[in-house]
């Protein structure tokens, strides 16, 4: 009848702190050594973000080729996605049972595991001079540096763009808008032609924080925008967090279904845009070629893309685009270190990033020449030139902030959007929430 | 002074008649059954002691975990007394979950206890056994089914747009009722408890029919040639005789209303605007999301203070002893 998940749930809660297990102590910081013999032999546990059934085969496949090239090696792979991995990660933190390798967002995110000393210091084996460090983007590579120091190895780039119908843009006489202004005016074209303009799901709450990252990056300095992140120094007094918000109710209102895309998944909405039943989907680079495929309604060929437009009188940086690289780290409680570096280095070969570029994947690798544009979506391949051509990238805002932070912007924002609370509201919560993490 | 004096070396007081041993007491002390006893104890230690260290020490080490913060990437943990506990108190969040908890526990007791005992009496009360039968598994059906596919069915029940429920609103002239059920904080929650129904009612009956089945039928036959009723059968019969029944179906289910996580977290994540939050999706949230595990703790010692209050005064309220047939 009713639920024995919550009893698990205390369950671990309770056994996770138990003798002191509960919050376990963390590990020494462990410095790689790019000289350390591979003795291939042992288990590797690797936690990914590749959970959902399109990913799922990449890391499949090659944990498979590793243990046939190494056959003293298993690999057992935790294969999450988007959503759980936040608590899969946690829970594994808190009952001390990191994986050898494990998924990490840059930010705030991959923050936490430096400060609690759980990621082996990298920075002799992919920080600037290394050999292997320079088959990477450099800005990936910098992406997880911290404290001078680099914790990542990249795997992918990743920005958010409005992917678009051309048919039906075309059919409409529209073209790609300018600004955010000329977007509106679409959207209003669109939907008098009978067409959802932007299908947006929200259930999930951080679908609609992208929205605001991407505005806010358009509304608010760089600078201001980084003094707000770090709670100890966070005022969110700028003015363009209001305009952000107002803007982004904008779009909500004239093209969107407005307040009831609370009730929709983000997973309905990447369906509508496939389905043809809108015109327009924000989504990231990586959903490029699970939008539009040979199996989707919408073509590869019909499908096209813009970066959110910017308002004309922006106060931020216009050519700022909402991104960042993901990655992945070595825990420093590995028994293994050599293994797990060298089994990322499989992974990160030219070839591998090849494949993780094109369809039916479609991550654009962090591999210098990682990526053959013969093989892969067009779109992705432009994708990939606009995040190159961006001035900065701008940080998710549910990874790049303190939780507490995260959480007020996670769900205010729904309220902003059912029309329960004001923009002005919304920052003041999310001030006061800063506040308490400071 | 005057009254210790009073007391005797072997502990009796002066005046008071000795009790010597009882002989069921002394038989119990004789050196060849104590030496039983004890090895007796040998059958049920193992299972003391797998009770104790899973469920009786996490409560008590959830309580101390309740007094601190951790953090659980440095391992940092910081005693702050009852300090979570007072955040409690001042947690909008909370009062939200505790409010969609009880009303999840009440209309749960009206639909899966009472609801559920009236349609166990009328399927019982059914002539055929082939209907019986029938009817027994079609309410029994939805239980079979996991909590995470009946949230993603009823999920798209609910869709805006697109769902069946708002489908079926306009096709019957209603459309001003259709809504954005998960979507809207004043029907999330109520959303999800309908959906839970649905799933748990069928067990409910269930259970109430196997109840129902172990009165004897002479009891209904000399009823009828009273000239009671169906309904003063029901009321004068069946609901004293399954009385224990209705007990432990009200315990489990306000226990269970208040343990409440998957539903949640499946159809809304406790949005929107954590107006669907329970406290079992607030403390995962407090404690594997925003890195609280101090803090969740004290959301759980809440639960269980709260289901332990209700198992104690429903056992309190239901010790009369089941009327013999």
Same mark, same amino acid.
């Given at each position: 009848?009713?639920?024995?998940?919550?009893?698990?749930?205390t369950?671990?809660l309770a056994?996770t702190s138990?003798?002191g297990w509960?919050?376990?102590?963390?590990?020494?910081t462990?410095?790689a050594?790019?000289?350390a013999?591979?003795e291939?032999q042992?288990h590797?546990v690797?936690?990914?973000?590749f959970?959902m059934?399109r990913?799922?085969p990449?890391? &499949?496949?090659?944990?498979?080729?590793y243990? &046939?090239?190494?056959p003293?090696?298993t690999?057992e792979l935790i294969?999450?996605?988007?959503d759980?991995?936040k608590?899969?990660?946690k829970?594994?933190?808190a009952?001390?049972?990191?994986p050898?390798?494990y998924f990490?967002?840059?930010?705030t995110?991959?923050?936490?595991?430096i400060?609690?000393?759980?990621?082996?210091?990298?920075?002799?084996?992919?920080g600037?001079?290394?050999?292997w460090?320079?088959t990477f983007?450099?800005a990936a590579?910098?992406?997880?540096v911290?404290?001078g120091?680099?914790y990542?190895i990249?795997?992918y780039?990743?920005a958010?763009f409005?992917g678009y119908?051309?048919t039906?843009?075309?059919?409409?006489?529209?073209e790609e808008?300018?600004d955010?202004?000329?977007?509106?005016n679409?959207?209003?074209?669109?939907?008098?032609?009978?067409?959802?303009?932007?299908?947006?799901?929200?259930?999930?709450?951080w679908p609609g924080?992208?929205?605001?990252?991407?505005?806010?990056?358009?509304?608010?300095?760089?600078?201001v925008?980084?003094?707000?992140f770090?709670?100890?120094?966070?005022?969110?007094?700028?003015?363009?967090?209001?305009?952000?918000?107002?803007q982004?109710?904008?779009i909500?209102?004239?093209c969107?279904i407005?307040?009831?895309v609370?009730g929709?998944?983000?997973q309905n909405a990447?369906q509508?845009?496939?389905?043809?039943?809108?015109?327009?989907?924000?989504?990231?680079?990586? &959903?490029?070629?699970?939008a539009?495929s040979a199996?989707t309604?919408l073509?590869?060929q019909?499908?096209?893309?813009?970066a959110?437009p910017?308002?004309?009188?922006a106060?931020?940086?216009?050519?700022?685009? &909402?991104?960042?690289?993901?990655?992945?780290?070595i825990s420093?409680a590995s028994?293994?270190?050599?293994?797990?570096?060298?089994?990322?280095k499989?992974?990160?070969?030219?070839?591998?990033?090849?494949?993780?570029?094109?369809?039916?994947?479609g991550?654009?690798s962090a591999?210098v020449?990682?990526?053959?544009?013969a093989?892969?979506s067009p779109?992705?391949?432009?994708?990939l030139?606009?995040?190159?051509?961006?001035?900065?990238?701008?940080?998710?805002l549910?990874?790049?902030?303190?939780?507490?932070v995260?959480?007020?912007w996670?769900?205010?924002?729904?309220?902003?959007i059912?029309?329960n609370m004001?923009?002005?509201?919304v920052?003041?919560e999310?001030?006061?929430?800063?506040?308490?993490?400071s | 002074?005057?009254?210790?004096?009073?007391?005797?070396q072997n502990?009796?007081?002066?005046?008071?008649?000795?009790?010597?041993?009882?002989?069921?007491?002394?038989?119990?002390l004789?050196?060849?059954?104590l030496?039983?006893?004890?090895?007796?104890?040998?059958?049920i230690?193992?299972?003391?002691i797998?009770?104790?260290?899973?469920v009786?020490?996490?409560?008590?080490d959830? #309580?101390?975990v309740?007094t601190?913060?951790?953090d659980?990437?440095?391992g940092?943990v910081?005693?702050?007394?009852?300090e979570?506990?007072?955040?409690?108190?001042?947690d909008?969040?909370v009062l939200?979950?505790?409010?969609?908890?009880?009303?999840?526990?009440?209309?749960?007791i009206?639909?899966?206890? #009472?609801?559920a005992?009236?349609l166990?009496a009328i399927v019982?009360?059914l002539?055929?056994?082939?209907?019986?039968n029938?009817?027994r598994?079609?309410?029994?059906?939805?239980?079979?089914i996991?909590?995470?596919?009946?949230?993603?069915?009823?999920y #798209?029940i609910?869709?805006?747009?697109?769902g069946i429920l708002?489908?079926?609103?306009t096709?019957?002239?209603?459309?001003?009722?259709?809504?954005?059920?998960l979507?809207?904080?004043s029907?999330?929650i109520?959303?999800i408890i309908?959906?839970?129904?649905?799933?748990?009612?069928?067990?409910?009956?269930l259970?109430f029919?196997i109840a129902?089945?172990?009165?004897?039928?002479?009891?209904?036959?000399?009823?009828?040639?009273?000239g009671a009723?169906?309904?003063?059968?029901?009321?004068n019969i069946?609901f004293p005789l399954t009385?224990?029944?209705?007990?432990?179906?009200?315990?489990?289910?306000?226990?269970?209303? #208040?343990?409440?996580?998957?539903?949640?977290m499946v159809?809304?994540?406790g949005?929107?605007n954590?107006?669907?939050?329970v406290?079992?999706?607030?403390?995962?949230?407090q404690?594997?999301?925003q890195n609280?595990?101090?803090?969740?703790?004290?959301?759980a010692?809440v639960?269980?203070?709260?289901?332990m209050?209700?198992?104690?005064?429903?056992?309190?309220?239901t010790?009369?002893?089941r009327?013999?047939?």
């Amino acid at each position: 009848m009713m639920k024995r998940s919550f009893q698990s749930l205390t369950a671990i809660l309770a056994a996770t702190s138990a003798l002191g297990w509960g919050v376990a102590s963390a590990a020494s910081t462990e410095v790689a050594d790019p000289t350390a013999a591979v003795e291939h032999q042992g288990h590797l546990v690797v936690l990914t973000k590749f959970g959902m059934q399109r990913l799922a085969p990449y890391f &499949e496949a090659l944990a498979q080729q590793y243990e &046939e090239m190494h056959p003293g090696v298993t690999v057992e792979l935790i294969q999450e996605d988007d959503d759980s991995i936040k608590g899969k990660t946690k829970t594994l933190v808190a009952s001390n049972s990191v994986p050898d390798i494990y998924f990490s967002w840059t930010g705030t995110w991959g923050g936490n595991f430096i400060r609690g000393k759980r990621a082996v210091d990298l920075t002799p084996v992919v920080g600037p001079g290394s050999e292997w460090g320079k088959t990477f983007a450099p800005a990936a590579v910098d992406a997880f540096v911290y404290d001078g120091k680099n914790y990542g190895i990249p795997l992918y780039l990743d920005a958010k763009f409005m992917g678009y119908s051309k048919t039906i843009f075309a059919d409409l006489g529209l073209e790609e808008p300018e600004d955010l202004d000329a977007m509106l005016n679409a959207c209003d074209t669109i939907k008098d032609a009978g067409i959802t303009p932007i299908s947006f799901g929200n259930k999930e709450a951080w679908p609609g924080i992208h929205y605001i990252g991407q505005l806010l990056a358009y509304n608010v300095p760089r600078e201001v925008l980084e003094q707000d992140f770090d709670p100890a120094t966070a005022e969110y007094s700028h003015p363009g967090y209001v305009a952000a918000l107002e803007q982004f109710g904008q779009i909500l209102n004239r093209c969107t279904i407005g307040a009831g895309v609370n009730g929709v998944s983000y997973q309905n909405a990447i369906q509508d845009l496939s389905d043809g039943r809108s015109a327009m989907y924000y989504q990231e680079i990586i &959903e490029f070629d699970n939008a539009a495929s040979a199996s989707t309604k919408l073509s590869p060929q019909d499908f096209g893309f813009f970066a959110l437009p910017a308002p004309a009188d922006a106060a931020g940086d216009p050519d700022a685009l &909402e991104g960042a690289p993901e990655g992945y780290m070595i825990s420093s409680a590995s028994s293994n270190v050599p293994l797990a570096l060298d089994f990322m280095k499989f992974v990160t070969s030219q070839d591998n990033a090849k494949v993780l570029s094109s369809p039916p994947y479609g991550q654009p690798s962090a591999v210098v020449g990682g990526s053959d544009a013969a093989q892969m979506s067009p779109a992705v391949v432009e994708g990939l030139q606009s995040i190159a051509d961006a001035s900065y990238l701008m940080q998710w805002l549910d990874t790049v902030n303190h939780p507490r932070v995260a959480a007020a912007w996670l769900s205010n924002l729904q309220a902003f959007i059912g029309g329960n609370m004001s923009a002005e509201d919304v920052v003041t919560e999310v001030r006061e929430a800063a506040a308490a993490a400071s | 002074m005057a009254a210790t004096s009073q007391i005797m070396q072997n502990g009796s007081v002066a005046g008071a008649a000795v009790h010597p041993l009882s002989p069921r007491r002394r038989r119990w002390l004789e050196p060849h059954r104590l030496l039983g006893h004890v090895l007796a104890l040998r059958w049920i230690a193992l299972a003391l002691i797998i009770v104790g260290w899973f469920v009786y020490y996490p409560i008590i080490d959830n #309580f101390f975990v309740s007094t601190t913060n951790q953090d659980i990437f440095t391992g940092e943990v910081m005693h702050v007394g009852l300090e979570n506990y007072r955040r409690l108190a001042d947690d909008r969040v909370v009062l939200t979950a505790l409010w969609n908890n009880t009303a999840y526990a009440l209309l749960s007791i009206l639909f899966q206890v #009472f609801g559920a005992f009236c349609l166990a009496a009328i399927v019982e009360a059914l002539r055929s056994a082939r209907w019986r039968n029938f009817w027994r598994a079609v309410y029994f059906v939805p239980s079979a089914i996991s909590t995470t596919v009946t949230g993603l069915l009823f999920y #798209f029940i609910y869709q805006p747009n697109i769902g069946i429920l708002d489908g079926l609103l306009t096709g019957l002239g209603l459309e001003q009722w259709s809504r954005v059920w998960l979507g809207d904080p004043s029907t999330a929650i109520y959303a999800i408890i309908a959906m839970s129904q649905w799933q748990g009612f069928g067990y409910s009956t269930l259970l109430f029919t196997i109840a129902i089945q172990k009165i004897p039928q002479e009891l209904y036959d000399a009823a009828r040639m009273d000239g009671a009723g169906p309904l003063r059968q029901l009321w004068n019969i069946t609901f004293p005789l399954t009385r224990e029944m209705t007990g432990m179906m009200i315990i489990v289910t306000i226990t269970g209303a #208040f343990q409440v996580f998957n539903e949640v977290m499946v159809m809304t994540g406790g949005g929107p605007n954590n107006s669907s939050q329970v406290l079992g999706t607030w403390l995962y949230q407090q404690g594997f999301i925003q890195n609280d595990m101090g803090y969740a703790a004290a959301i759980a010692s809440v639960v269980f203070a709260v289901t332990m209050l209700a198992a104690s005064a429903q056992l309190w309220l239901t010790r009369r002893r089941r009327v013999l047939v």
